[in-house]
């Protein structure tokens, strides 16, 4: 069984910073790509960020300069760190993790919620 714990949501006035984490535990193999998903009200899951076990990034246009995706390989962690946020930003935001254990799995957190104020 694999648990992805997420934290570091909240409320933050527009132009203000959050760092999401997300830690991943149990019966994990080696993890390939991490990455963090958003969904907004009333639209689709969307990719935000994303990161190889290799340490390359990619990052969806809204969110480049602001947004930066690390891990900690370690530690099984992903981080996300948001800054300018905006209030577009305002959703639920979801890390995925990719393992390897003889196939590949999926894995998705919880979600939690970032709400950005104007």
């Known amino acids: 069984q694999v648990q992805l714990v997420e934290s570091g949501g909240g409320l933050v006035q527009a132009g203000g910073s959050l760092r999401l984490s997300c830690a991943a535990s149990?019966?994990?193999?080696?993890?390939?790509?991490m990455a963090w998903y958003r969904q907004a009200p009333g639209k689709q899951r969307e990719l935000v960020a994303s990161?190889?076990?290799?340490?390359?990034?990619n990052y969806a246009d809204p969110v480049k300069g602001r947004f930066t995706i690390s891990r900690d390989n370690g530690k099984n962690t992903v981080y996300l760190q948001m800054m300018s946020l905006k209030a577009e930003d305002t959703a639920v935001y979801y890390c995925?993790?990719?393992?390897?254990?003889?196939?590949?799995?999926?894995?998705w957190g919880q979600g939690t919620e970032v709400t950005v104020s104007s």
């Open positions: 995925f993790v990719r393992e390897y254990s003889g196939p590949y799995y999926t894995h």
């Open positions: 149990g019966s994990i193999g080696w993890i390939d790509a």
């Open positions: 990161i190889t076990s290799g340490g390359t990034t």
